[in-house]
């Protein structure tokens, strides 16, 4: 008994879930009287057209429902369950051939549109419209009723009053529209994957540099201080007039630590103490690497007024 | 007598009288308020001076339709405003905060580079809020980004990612940028013991020339390759800092750091602020940004001073381990945050100097918010 009902549960849950997906079809565009222009069907007919579109994120597998153009009779033109081709991928469109032909295939009803007419998709159940589109009675030759999605990221499909130019196997609507971001709310609705990887990305980055900056001189260089004098800390060459050792004894640094505490003490809030602080710092660090080689050179440069060969005379010839 | 009368009342109609409502008055109060806070507290009086007045210029009423509107094509704020809007006017505020900035304190401890990866944390603390509170991820992200403490950088994301939310945004980044010391204050005392806070760390090293004309090509090509989206501003930051470093390029790294960055800070100040008008920023939007704007810099303090006690952790040799007080200056907003760690630690150890320690993370967070910007665009724009 148990079993039984287990099954029944499925079962039912699995044609509510199929329900539920085919709901999430609609006829997006149709065309009652093709003119010369129009499409021909794979017998080399031009006959009227339907447009299925799926506007869910999953595949759809409308094997099974019902299209008809009278309301009295719902179950009028079975699309086959067989067939694999009637699963329809998200965003995806289909035609069906209205050519009153049925047992032509899979993607033709037996019947045909005209204008006035109102075309319905109903669910496998043979009851439930799905979606319905009314072709004007003033419907002219070779165009189409449709609808359109004129947010294409909101996915609602309103129908168009004026006909348009048949657009077939093409989405009604501009799917260039949709951002990076609606695709990441769908994705990561709550922000958690894109958080992790720009963390993990931005770390990633910035340990690259600490480590190339580590390994190619923060290393060698404390490695050298260690082995040279241990009560000195600083000692740097500079310029091309030779070198120039500049060395802090503990005194002179605690001296850089009281201009810094002293010009601190001075401020307030502005910058401009912080400022002298950190320059005398430098300073007495010798950390300011711009040394003025105090020489000036004026280089000769060459121009049409100091050209010689310009300026000599010609000969006449 | 008619036509006078009809002339006056069709005057009456354009002037600002007219078209006054409460929410103008509320914003233009709010421009003087921040004019205020710049010239008598002096909080970043250089950003909240022209964002202040631009709020007033941006808030008088007028008449729609004489294309003198910030919003209104072709009038002149509109035309200053496609610097904003089209996201021209912070890259080159990077080129010059690029030329005036000193890696040496980041160079010399490379450790430090990592609190300001931690500090970007709140980007991303903020960005998940936003989701919860309702926003679309474009709007998110552009908001979580108030959280790297960087004008520009919130700028330039949120004119590409949520245009509409930009006045918000920005406002909201540089206001809380100026009240650093205000809300990092209390979050490192809470966060650390007297004891961590008596760290004294050891004296940086020198940085060789060599180094420092090294740090921004090679740190420019490994941000720029794995965040190739965060180029403008990456690429101009680096660029200025080596124009600047180089020691040939004097003119053009002081062309870069004086004249252009104070002629773009002032556009940027004052269009921005102008964009604040009233129909477009007074919004419960407005004031959430602005509440999760304060969160975001809670988190990314909070992530700084309590990465930086991870790296105690690891960090054997007492001699070695770091204050946590230089925590809270992984934020970007230079020098502020690192002013805050000098006071704070000074006021328990007169002797103890954090600023050119805390320079490190801070510079370091620069690069981080520009690299957490980049990412975000590549996901969201």
């Known amino acids: 008994m148990r079993k039984f009902l287990t099954t029944v549960l499925l079962l039912a849950a699995a044609v509510s879930l199929h329900a539920q997906n085919v709901s999430d079809l609609i006829i997006s565009e149709a065309v009652a009287q093709p003119d010369s222009t129009g499409i021909l069907d794979d017998y080399g007919r031009r006959s009227g057209w339907i447009e299925l579109y799926n506007k869910s994120t999953g595949t759809v597998n409308f094997g099974g429902c019902y299209l008809t153009d009278d309301r009295t009779n719902l179950r009028k033109s079975l699309i086959p369950k067989s067939d694999l081709r009637t699963k329809l991928g998200p965003r995806q469109v289909v035609l069906i051939w209205c050519s009153g032909r049925g047992e032509d295939g899979t993607f033709y009803a037996n019947f045909t549109l005209a204008p006035g007419k109102t075309v319905y998709l109903v669910s496998n159940d043979g009851r439930t419209i799905i979606d319905s589109l009314a072709i004007p009675a003033t419907l002219p030759y070779g165009l189409a009723a449709y609808k359109q999605a004129y947010d294409i990221r909101k996915q609602v499909f309103e129908f168009v009053d004026n006909p348009e130019v048949p657009s077939p196997r093409m989405v009604n609507g501009d799917h260039g529209s949709v951002t990076k971001g609606e695709l990441m709310k769908e994705r990561d609705p709550h922000g958690w994957i894109l958080s992790v990887v720009s963390v993990s990305v931005v770390f990633s980055a910035l340990a690259i540099l600490w480590f190339l900056f580590w390994l190619l001189f923060d290393r060698p260089a404390r490695k050298a201080a260690k082995a040279g004098d241990a009560s000195t800390t600083l000692s740097m060459t500079k310029g091309k007039q030779g070198k120039r050792a500049v060395i802090l004894s503990e005194a002179e640094e605690s001296q850089v630590a009281a201009a810094i505490a002293l010009a601190l003490d001075m401020e307030t809030d502005g910058d401009t103490y912080a400022a002298i602080a950190t320059a005398v710092h430098l300073y007495l660090n010798d950390a300011i690497h711009d040394v003025e080689p105090g020489i000036v050179t004026i280089r000769r440069s060459e121009s049409a007024w100091n050209n010689k060969s310009l300026n000599f005379r010609k000969l006449p010839r | 007598m008619e036509h006078i009368l009809e ?336 006071t704070v630690g000074r006021e328990i150890d007169p002797t103890n100097h954090l600023l050119m320690h805390a320079m490190g993370p801070n510079v370091a967070g620069v690069i981080g918010s520009a690299v957490a910007a980049g990412i975000l665009l590549s996901f969201l724009g």
């Open chain 2, 7 to 342: 002339s006056l009342t069709q005057f009456w109609e354009y002037t600002g009288f007219a078209n006054c409502s409460w929410q103008n008055l509320v914003m233009i109060g709010i421009g003087l308020v921040f004019i205020t806070l710049a010239i008598v507290k002096e909080w970043e009086p250089m950003l909240l001076v022209p964002i202040g007045f631009g709020m007033i210029v941006g808030n008088i009423p007028m008449f729609p339709g004489l294309n003198i509107g910030v919003y209104e094509d072709g009038s002149v704020l509109n035309i200053l405003y496609q610097g904003v809007k089209q996201g021209w006017y912070p890259p080159l505020i990077f080129l010059g905060i690029g030329a005036m900035t000193d890696f040496s304190a980041l160079i010399s401890q490379p450790r430090l580079i990592l609190i300001g990866a931690a500090a970007q944390m709140g980007i991303f603390g903020a960005y998940l809020l936003a989701l919860t509170f309702g926003f679309a991820p474009n709007e998110a992200g552009a908001i979580g980004i108030i959280g790297g403490a960087d004008g520009p950088t919130a700028i330039f994301l949120s004119s590409k990612l949520a245009p509409d939310l930009m006045g918000a945004i920005a406002v909201s980044a540089y206001s809380y940028m100026a009240l650093v010391p205000v809300i990092q204050k209390p979050i490192m005392l809470l966060l650390t013991t007297k004891k961590e806070r008596l760290i004294h760390m050891p004296t940086p090293r020198v940085v060789s020339k060599k180094e420092k004309i090294i740090f921004p090509i090679v740190g420019f090509l490994i941000t720029a390759f794995i965040v190739p989206s965060g180029l403008p501003l990456l690429g101009m930051l680096f660029f200025g800092n080596l124009l600047k470093e180089s020691g040939v390029t004097k003119r053009l790294a002081n062309t870069a750091s004086g004249p252009l960055i104070d002629v773009v800070t002032t556009l940027i100040g004052l269009t921005v602020g102008a964009s604040t008008q009233a129909d477009k920023f007074i919004s419960v939007k407005s004031i959430l940004i602005f509440g999760l704007g304060l969160l975001s810099f809670v988190i990314a303090t909070t992530c700084g001073v309590l990465f930086v006690k991870l790296m105690n952790l690891f960090i054997s040799n007492p001699a070695k381990k770091i204050n946590p007080l230089i925590g809270n200056a992984g934020v970007s907003a230079v020098p502020d945050s690192a002013r805050v760690s000098e």
